[in-house]
Each structure stands twice: as C-alpha cells, then as structure tokens.
Nanobody, 121 residues
Framework: QVQLVESGGGLVQPGGSLRLSCVASGSIFSINDMGWYRQAPGKQRELVAAIPSGGTTNYADSVKGRFTISRDNAKNTVYLQMNTLKPEDTAVYYC???????????????WGQGTQVTVSS
C-alpha cells in the first residue's frame, strides 16, 4: 500500500509565499516522476509543475518564475515553493508520484488527498 500525504496549504495574502510538501510512504521500490497539480472550483485539474527522477523540471506557464519544484529522493518527498502568490492560484493542490511497488510491477500513478491553498486579502 502506498500513501502520499501533502502538507503546507493554508490562507495567504496576495504577494505572499507558501511551501507545500508531499511525502510518499509504503511499499515503494522506485519513484520516477513526481509533481503537483491543482484544481480550482469549476475547473479541470491542471499540471502546475513536474520533476523527474533525473532531468529538467516542467512548469505551467502561469507559475513560471514564481513557483519552484524540488525533491528529496532519500525522503521520497516533493516540495513546491510558491512565491508572489495571486488570487488565481487559489485551488486544491494535489501531489502525484509515478512509482513501482516492485521491480517487476508497472509504473503506476498515485495521488495525495489534496491541500487547500487560498490567496485572498
């Protein structure tokens, strides 16, 4: 069984910062890509940022220059540093991990339960 647990969401004023964390635990053999998605009310879930186990990161155009994704492979953890937050960043943020539970199992995507980020004065 695999669990992804996010933390760090909350209420912040426009221009402020938040740092989200997501820890993957359980029966994990290896993790490939990790990332963050978000879903605002009435909208589809969208990619915010992704980071492979080795290679370049990928960001949505709307967050480039403001958000930074990073990971600690030893801790199976992915982070999202969010700066200069805007009201349009308000959403539930979900982390994902594409991983194998055994060497012979296919890569499967797992999701966290989501954490609310609200940007408002």
């Amino acid at each position: 069984q695999v669990q992804l647990v996010e933390s760090g969401g909350g209420l912040v004023q426009p221009g402020g910062s938040l740092r989200l964390s997501c820890v993957a635990s359980g029966s994990i053999f290896s993790i490939n890509d990790m990332g963050w998605y978000r879903q605002a009310p009435g909208k589809q879930r969208e990619l915010v940022a992704a980071i492979p186990s080795g290679g370049t990161t990928n960001y949505a155009d709307s967050v480039k220059g403001r958000f930074t994704i990073s990971r600690d492979n030893a801790k199976n953890t992915v982070y999202l540093q969010m700066n200069t937050l805007k009201p349009e960043d308000t959403a539930v943020y979900y982390c994902n991990a594409d991983l194998r539970t055994r060497s012979y199992n296919p890569v499967t995507r797992y999701w966290g339960q989501g954490t609310q980020v609200t940007v408002s004065s």
